[in-house]
């Protein structure tokens, strides 16, 4: 019979509560900010890193997961009779730490010979970030506590991460300027005409596909988006960062124009807040099947 562990990183902003309930073996990021340095979701938290980018005028810098902390957690699970580790990472895109994860799995082997028969660790490449990815290992979590073998549970990750949209719209340029993804003189320009970029990443990929004028604009924009991209009555996840009003807003108009809940609000992590800062809105969703 098989013993399954669903392994993903920090930066799918599960939490730790979620992750304690469903036995998620969640890996931290590790974060620096000048000569001090944090493991996410271990000594720092969401709101900590939030106050990090507003109080600094430098960018926390965050590192990959390395090649030894993979080998000891897979070391860890077989020593404990798992026969199936799954680990969910972050984009290739966005981080070499699928490489080192993948890089673990020949040396452990090589250490341990006689795991070659007993275990079998399997690499998904979410090509998505926070709760993008996050959603469907959770998902899984509850499928492998209703008994779904590891055809299935592949199966479902894959297919999730096939289809997966997310939407968002930062409600200030502040921190898009100084990540180095837009320029100042376009970020003064953005914000002197009230212009709001809609950010989608798909397949790994990030791109501006509009922009719209004004902050009252944003939650109907994404409430738009939703209801031309999502296959109907598929479950659907909210982005959210420091906007509590915002998010609750947000929450309560898309429920009325979709005729049910989001599964829950992801509250976004180092990898999105470094990017567009905390101060937006956003959604996940299924669209249609691309690979």
Known sequence: MSKIKLITDSASDI???????????VLGF?????DKSYTEGVDLTTDDYYSMLDSSSDFPKTS??????????YKQ????????IIYTAISSTGSATINNAKNAIENFYEDVPEA???IKIHVIDSLAYSGGYGYPVVKAAEKIQKGADVPEILAYINEWLSC???????????????????????????ELLGLKP????????????????????????VIDIA???????????????SLPEESAQLEKEITKELGYPPEYTVKIGSTISSHVGHKMVGIILKGQKRR
């Open 15 to 25: 939490t730790s509560d979620i992750a304690e309930k469903y036995g998620i073996q």
């Open 30 to 34: 590790h974060v620096t900010l000048g």
């Open 64 to 73: 990959q997961i390395t090649f030894a902390e993979f080998e000891d957690v």
């Open 77 to 84: 699970y077989y020593e404990e009779g798992y026969t199936d």
């Open 116 to 118: 070659r028969e007993k």
């Open 164 to 190: 997966v949209e997310m939407h968002f719209v930062p409600y200030t340029l502040e921190y898009v300027k100084r990540s180095g993804r837009l320029s100042a003189a376009a970020a003064f320009v953005g």
């Open 198 to 221: 809609v950010i989608k990443i798909m397949d790994g990929v990030s791109y501006v596909p509009e922009k719209i004028r004004g902050e009252k604009n944003i939650i109907p924009k």
């Open 227 to 241: 209801k031309k991209n999502m296959i109907p009555q598929t479950p659907y996840i909210l982005l959210s960062g």
